[in-house]
């Protein structure tokens, strides 16, 4: 089968198909196998970069003016995994205070603002930010970080600098 030379059937050098073996062994783990990032090179050479929706919620912020901190319009830095990932546009901001279960006489249960932080100054915040992202598939990229429902995000301005978690996600052009 291999002669004096090292051809396989007198025609094929066995090092040359080692060589080709190697070649397409690195082809495969290019193309197919996935990164330390998840993705492989032909699901980042199909990813979109689309405009997204991310809304994050904010809990028990405590904050003297909850209603100058944030502004729809302004840009803002968002970190995720405690990495900056780029700028982001505010959408919208909601305030709320913090409301408790009160249960009624006849056994049902209304949610009433709390009480005891009403009056002080810790207030909830739903707020949305806009943006573009890689898009594969259902999945949203920013900066090469995976974001999905429950993913930690901090925002960061020149005044503040927030924590929330994602609740969700909203890709807009399809």
Known sequence: ??????????????????ALLVILGVLVGLLIVPSKSGYSIAQVATAVTKPVEIAIMVRGL????????????????????NQERGKVEIKR??????????PKLDGTVVTVEDPRLADTYVRDFAITLAGKAQVTGEEVV??????????????????????GSVMGIEILER
Do not use: F, N
């Open 62 to 81: 405590t904050v003297k003016e909850p209603d100058r901190l944030l502004q729809p319009g302004e840009k803002t830095s968002i970190l995720i995994r």
């Open 142 to 163: 920013i900066a090469g970080e995976k974001v999905k429902i429950g993913t930690p995000i901090e925002i960061e301005g020149a005044r503040y600098s927030i924590r």
């Open 1 to 18: 089968m291999i002669d004096r030379q090292g051809r396989l059937g007198g025609k094929v050098s066995i090092l040359d198909l080692g």
């Open 93 to 102: 901001v909601e305030v709320l205070v913090p409301k408790i279960p009160v």
